[in-house]
């Protein structure tokens, strides 16, 4: 089973994600939704599903906890850097922040990280004073190795359930996240929602409402993208976020030529827009009877 909460989650209820058999869930599934966090819509518990269906939801689970915390930090190191903020004003942006549609457990807590005097090694605050350095304890690193493989986010979540027959419920899985767990937010209602909306989702980019508001919010986003890249800023989270973007919203990329060069040198044939079927190329000597390309450098 899953767990989700750390500390003030064992103290006051954690978001649980069993899986295995269906019968045991049920023989404990009252005492499950007593010691789960509770949320407007039920406790933060459901039955994932067979096998290792809930220890695979909440490895996932903390590989999106660690990107959330990226693209915090990211934020910061711009607001810090670019904008000039200082620890104070950071913690009163986090904080309004945290008053909005990005109400969650990790804003509100770095808003807080921010106020912390340094009471040990003398002035200033204790963030500053914190190695740049990451722990991790290992559930990051298979979900790159999952996502790797099959997709990311929810749609790795999905592709593992369709692989192991699992049948699992996205929406549900961001309504038991709501509370209890490192990462629940207001946001995640919405997540549920579109799931609810259609169950069969392909990404959450392409449902109607986080469309709209993506492409409505893309040019701040490529312009502190922007900023973090003209001021020498590693951002690889909003980058590799707004590449993803980009390579999804796209009807054509540029594989065609990739799969020319890898049909080149080692035969390994291509597809073509026009026709069914392997096709392969004798592209140098083509190049060279055309007297231009390969060639054309003889």
Not at 20 to 35: F, R
Not at 128 to 155: H, R
Request: hydrophobic share 40%; with cysteine; glycine share 12%.
């Amino acid at each position: 089973m899953g767990v989700s909460g750390g500390e003030e989650g064992a103290r006051n209820g954690p978001s649980l994600m069993p899986g295995g058999s269906l019968q045991a869930y049920n023989n404990i599934q009252d005492i499950l939704s007593k010691v789960a966090a509770q949320v407007e819509d039920g406790p933060c518990v459901t039955y994932i599903g067979e096998g290792g269906s809930g220890n695979f939801v909440k490895m996932v689970h903390n590989g999106i906890e660690y990107g959330d915390m990226q693209l915090i930090s990211e934020a910061y190191d711009v607001l810090k850097h670019v904008g000039g903020l200082n620890n104070s004003e950071l913690a009163d942006i986090f904080a309004e922040w945290n008053r909005g549609e990005l109400e969650s457990f990790l804003i509100e807590i770095t808003a807080d990280i921010f106020k912390v005097k340094d009471e040990e090694g003398g002035d200033g605050f204790l963030v500053d004073k914190i190695l740049d350095k990451t722990g991790m304890k290992g559930t990051g690193k298979w979900t790159v190795q999952q996502a790797a493989e099959l997709s990311i986010g929810m749609n790795l979540l999905r592709a593992k359930s369709n692989e192991k027959g699992w049948n699992l419920n996205l929406g549900e899985l961001a309504r038991i996240w709501k509370g209890g767990c490192i990462i629940r937010a207001v946001f995640l209602d919405r997540i549920k929602k579109a799931y609810q909306r259609n169950p069969n989702l392909a990404s959450l980019i392409v449902d109607p409402e986080f469309a709209r508001e993506m492409v409505q919010r893309q040019a701040a986003w490529r312009r502190v993208v922007g900023l973090a890249i003209s001021a020498g800023i590693s951002t690889p989270g909003m980058c590799a976020s707004l590449a993803y973007f980009d390579t999804y919203r796209r009807a054509r990329l540029p594989a065609n030529l990739v799969q020319a060069q890898r049909d080149l040198f080692g035969a390994h044939t291509y597809e073509r827009v026009d026709r069914p079927g392997a096709f392969h190329t004798e592209w140098t000597k083509l190049a060279r009877k055309s007297g231009s390309g390969v060639g054309a450098l003889n």
